[in-house]
């Protein structure tokens, strides 16, 4: 079966020119002999929140639309060390390969699954220090008597809902395409909404 592959490319400028990267990207995929299932690009720079064709691309990963994504460089994908470990698990809890022309980094090669496997380590300290200082606030919160309770959401499931309101789309429309509660996906997306104000 043909691997149906997207494409992401970022210029921080209007004077730079995407169709380098997506002519590159585009030859890419044929020597590799898979279908361009969409492309999304952006025009923002590295320091910027607001992206919304990275977003709209990870909302499609998580309705499965394709099986690869291909980025010219790694600083094209990510503003942060912590937002390429995030957007690492995000893929990886997906089963979404990633190909990062520039760096020679396929997460189909032992290589690109080493890369992965180290996000995923990254990923799961962070995970850990989040627990421990919940913890300890859920413990304070005993102490004065609240009510703790409520079933802990999936990074990857977390990941999706906030891609998903990048996007545009409603609490409830998030809640039906990926088959959750909405009053999870409503918790999720007034997170986000606050941090976008903010």
Known sequence: ?????????RVSTGGQFLENQLRELRAVSERAGWAIAAEYVDTASGATAKRPGLAQMLADAARRKFDTILVWDVSRLARSLRDLVVTFETLRALKIDLVIHQSGIDTQTPAGIA???MSGV?????????VERTKAGMAR??????QIGGKPTGDGTVAAIRSLRASGLSMDRIARDLKIGK???QRVCQAYDREQRG
């Open 141 to 146: 919160a005993r102490a004065r008597g609240a």
């Open 122 to 130: 990254f990923a799961q300290f962070e995970r850990a220090m989040i």
């Open 115 to 117: 890369m992965m496997q």
């Open 183 to 185: 009053g999870v996906s």
């Open 1 to 9: 079966m043909t691997r149906r592959a997207a494409i992401y490319a």
